[in-house]
């Protein structure tokens, strides 16, 4: 089976890459913590001092990173992938990055004779630990069709959107129904607690109806409990909505919904929750 190099082991990447070792495949390890690899060692996973060593013993490599200036970094920087992954290698970013960026590094490895992919995912620690994520894929369909077997120990709705880009442009289109979304679900969890509702009853009512949601159904659960922790970063959302907010400006398209949404989240950060999960928004309608 092929060797993959995992770049990158938070929240949602320790459990991707822990199905692709429990599936057999020879697995390398990088990330900028050590400590966050350990119990990947312990299971077989071999640890690489630098995504240099990574990158040249890997026939695949998969990073899964923080914000697009980390992507630049491990592919473009001094002892990066691209500088040092052997032609024919597989390289997949499952980071939610920019558009612009997928095509820079498919365009750059395409020169090298290495096949990129850009492939972002949905479905928070939930589905990375079940391994039931959706990936939406961007680049050359004879490379998607090569890596989909990987792809499907990692997720269940794998779907090639185009050439390179249109996964993040994809992801971006995710972004943007979640981001009003959750708007919606904390209103109504509060709305329910104000009138004297029991929210866990309401939710057996309207989470199986038309205002079903993956976010009513995950997420509103954990607000209710108090559980805010990270399955999704606050502060990396506010990311994902800047990203789509730019693209959405540069084709002209005003979008009032997200941009609402982003300031909402911004003013959460400020308050010292950007490491929370994104349920937290519940937060600003009723004292957890």
């Not at 990447?13 to 020879?26: E, Q």
Request: a neutral charge; one cysteine or more; glycine letters at 12%.
């Amino acid at each position: 089976m092929k060797t993959i190099g995992f770049i990158g082991l938070g929240v949602m990447g320790k459990s991707m890459a822990r199905h692709l070792l429990k599936a057999g495949y020879p697995l390398l390890a990088y990330t900028r913590t050590k400590e966050k690899a350990e119990d990947l060692l312990k299971e077989g996973a071999v640890w690489k001092e630098t995504v240099a060593d990574l990158a040249r013993e890997a026939d695949v490599v998969i990073t899964m990173v923080g914000y697009p200036r980390d992507v630049e970094q491990v592919y473009f920087g001094e002892g990066g992938i691209l500088e040092n992954a052997r032609p024919g290698t597989y390289v997949i970013d499952m980071t939610t990055s920019t558009p612009t960026l997928a095509q820079s590094i498919y365009e750059a490895a395409k020169q090298k004779g290495i096949h990129a992919l850009d492939a972002p995912v949905s479905g928070g620690d939930i589905g990375a630990r079940e391994g039931t994520l959706t990936i939406m894929v961007g680049g050359d369909e004879d490379v998607f069709l090569a890596c989909k077997p990987i792809l499907e120990r990692l997720g269940t709705n794998i779907v090639r959107q185009g050439g390179a880009g249109a996964g993040q442009h994809t992801k971006m289109c995710n972004q943007i129904a979640i981001a009003t979304n959750m708007i919606g679900v904390c209103e109504a969890m509060a709305y329910a607690k104000r009138a004297g509702l029991d929210p866990f009853k309401v939710l057996e009512s309207i989470a199986k109806g038309a205002a079903g949601s993956w976010s009513l159904s995950n997420l509103a659960p954990r607000m209710l409990s108090g559980d805010f922790a990270p399955g999704f970063y606050v502060k990396h959302f506010i990311k994902d909505m800047k990203i789509a907010l730019e693209e959405a400006e540069r084709m002209n398209l005003p979008l009032p919904g997200l941009a609402l949404a982003k300031q909402l989240y911004e003013e959460l950060a400020q308050a010292g929750e950007e490491n929370s999960g994104t349920q937290a928004l519940y937060k600003r309608y009723v004292k957890a």
